[in-house]
């Protein structure tokens, strides 16, 4: 069964910085790609705010401010957040996607807030 293990997430003040981290329990480059999204509040959908491909390709919709990046090694993939707005704060989940099957962690919450 594959695990994903979301860390990092904590209050923070605007303008701060955050590192989120999501752990494997396989090896990530297995999987097709791998991502994070987040829910701003409950009843809304997960939007998606990075994504990383098995080649190492990302994307990103939150641009200039969030940086997707892995460690094959450690079988982690992080997201890297700075310049934080109040409009960030979400629970903020891993994903991936391996063959046609879709596994998500259980979310960190991250507030920002002065």
């Known amino acids: 069964q594959v695990q994903l293990v979301e860390s990092g997430g904590t209050l923070v003040q605007p303008g701060g910085s955050l590192r989120l981290s999501c752990a494997a329990n396989?090896?990530?480059?297995?999987?097709?790609?791998m991502a994070w999204f987040r829910r701003q509040s409950p009843g809304q959908q997960r939007i998606l705010v990075a994504l990383i491909t098995s080649s190492g390709n990302t994307r990103d919709s939150v641009k200039g401010r969030f940086t997707i990046s892995r460690d094959i090694a450690e079988n982690t993939v992080s997201l890297q957040m700075t310049s934080l707005k109040p409009e960030d704060t979400a629970v903020y989940y891993c994903y991936a996607l391996l063959g046609a099957r879709e596994y998500w962690g259980q979310g960190t919450q991250v507030t920002v807030s002065s």
């Open positions: 396989i090896s990530i480059v297995d999987f097709n790609h």
